[in-house]
């Protein structure tokens, strides 16, 4: 049902003149539509959709939490090359994030480690 609501809404916004082609709308409904995905268990098609953000502008907002859930679903589909590969690009991002956000860059560290030794993330 959310996803039939996220795709009936108009959300609005301003946008110029050369974004007319689909993935350069609405970066907010993409990001909500693979989140949406991601908790209903539709890992690949929630790739796909986390995939299309960060190639304009005003969607860099959502690169570093596209790249965790990116890593999140990769270890969940068993591929943890990827895994790792994007779990270190939301690293790169958040390295000097904030201090209370310094726990999930040290969780996504240790998930790195175990992931590259081999260990599976419990």
Do not use: C
Request: no cysteine; glycine share 8%.
């Amino acid at each position: 049902m959310a996803l039939s609501l996220l795709a009936a809404a108009e959300l609005k916004g301003t946008f110029g003149p050369r974004l007319i082609f689909a993935l350069g709308k609405r970066p907010l409904g993409r990001f909500l539509r693979a989140e949406l995905l991601m908790h209903l268990g539709r890992d690949e098609q929630a790739l796909g959709w986390y995939s299309t953000l960060g190639w304009l502008y005003d969607e860099f907002v959502f690169v570093a939490q596209a790249r965790l859930r990116q890593g999140e679903l990769y270890e969940r589909l068993g591929n943890p090359v990827e895994a790792v590969q994007r779990y270190r690009r939301f690293v790169a991002r958040w390295r000097d994030a904030d201090p209370e956000y310094q726990p999930l860059v040290d969780d996504v560290k240790s998930r790195i480690a175990r992931l590259a030794s081999g260990q599976r993330v419990e």
